[in-house]
Structure formats: C-alpha cells, structure tokens
C-alpha cells in the first residue's frame, strides 16, 4: 500500500484525478480501450468532476461501477447518476457507460450482464470506503457475505438486510474480490481524521468479516494507493 497525503481538499482532488488520468493514459498507450470501474458516495464526486477535464482519449475509455443500489440510472440515488453528472460531463463525456440497472431488467440478468461486461480486463479501480469499513456493497458481516468474498464471479447480488451502513437500499449489485484482482491499478479515495483513524484499524488485521474494505489489501494483484487528506 501507498498512502498519499494532502494538506487541502484541492490538492486532493486534482492529486487523485492527475493519479486516475495517468494510469488511463498508461493503458491507453498499450491497448485499443481502457475500463474505468468508479464507486458512489459524496466523497468522490469533486474528483470525478476535476477528472472529466482530463486530455485523454475518452472515446476508447469503457466507464462502469463498483456498486450500485437496485435503483434505475436515473435515480438520484444512483450512483449511475452520479457518475453521469460528475465524470461524463465536458472531456468525459465522450466515453461509453455502462450502467448495472436498466428497466425492464431483473436482478439476476443485470449481474449476468455485468459479468460478461467484466470479461474486458479492468484498468483502474476508484473504492471508498464507510465508516462501518464496508466498500463497494460489501458490508460487516452481510447476508451471504462469504459467498461474495469466495465467488469467482466479477460481480454478485447482495442482500444487505441489519446493515446500517446500507441505508434503505438493501437490494445491490457488487465488485466482488475477483473482479477487483485483474485491476492494474487500484484507488482509495478516503477524507478526514474519522476515515484515517479507520483505515488504521482496517490496517492491523485481514479479517474481511469485520471490515470487508480489507479486500482491497488483501486481494492478490496490483498494490493500493491510498489518498487521503484531513
């Protein structure tokens, strides 16, 4: 793990948007198209804001999400309108989207999907990460949490029923461990002491039960970039 810190909330937006836009632009040099996985919440929306400035070649850039509530796209909610008006708004909106909802599509087909989009190698990964250390929509010892942690799938249902950290949305799909593991580089984008005394505790110990964001860690593959500012 490597941990960036900022002194100011400015430098940690356009520091962690220059991160994002380099490690695209690196795969771009490679390879025809570049797969951008982003997470929801208020914490990242500035950065994804500053990152659809971004000079690149938003064109050959396949945008989709860690997570989404069982919402449609248009949702406020969602995090699919989120992402719609954050990053594919100015340079950004040249690139394609994929939702993990859509009408007229249930649960299961919309995973399915979301698996067989997953067949294309992800780049970047951008995770957050709650106060109760979930990330994604995997939370402390959710429903089924140990087949989503053990699953070869990309991408699963949860049932988030007596997670706090959930809210009302209780039906979600999530990133699961194995389709974070092909991801070249991965992102943690975490502010304030409250997220920082927390990613300490995630730190001194592996067990995904209590602080499912551990994954992030502990998932074979790329190292994490943590970017924090207080």
């Known amino acids: 793990m490597r941990l960036h810190v900022y002194d100011s909330v400015t430098q940690w937006v356009w520091g962690a948007a220059v991160s994002i836009s380099s490690a695209l632009a690196r ?25 659809s400035k971004a000079p690149l070649d938003w064109q050959h850039i396949d945008v989709a999400l860690v997570d989404e509530r069982w919402l449609l796209p248009d949702d406020p909610d969602s995090n699919a309108r989120l992402v719609r008006e954050s990053l594919l708004q100015r340079n950004g909106a040249a690139a394609r989207f994929e939702t993990l909802t859509r009408p007229g599509r249930g649960i299961e087909e919309a995973v399915a999907t979301a698996n067989m989009h997953a067949r294309q190698p992800t780049d970047v990964v951008v995770l957050g990460m709650g106060e109760d250390g979930h990330t994604a929509s995997l939370f402390p010892r959710m429903r089924d949490l140990d087949l989503a942690l053990d699953t070869s799938a990309a991408y699963v249902a949860v049932d988030a029923s007596g997670c706090a950290g959930a809210g009302k949305w209780l039906r979600r799909i999530s990133l699961t461990p194995a389709g974070l593991r092909p991801a070249h580089t991965r992102l943690l984008l975490i502010r304030g002491q409250k997220k920082r005394d927390l990613l300490d505790r995630v730190l001194d110990g592996d067990d995904p039960y209590e602080y499912p964001a551990r994954i992030a860690f502990t998932t074979p593959g790329a190292p994490l970039h943590v970017h924090w500012c207080p």
């Open 27 to 51: 795969s771009l040099q490679g390879k025809a198209r570049a797969r951008l996985l982003l997470s929801g919440g208020t914490t990242p929306t500035a950065v994804y804001i500053a990152l």
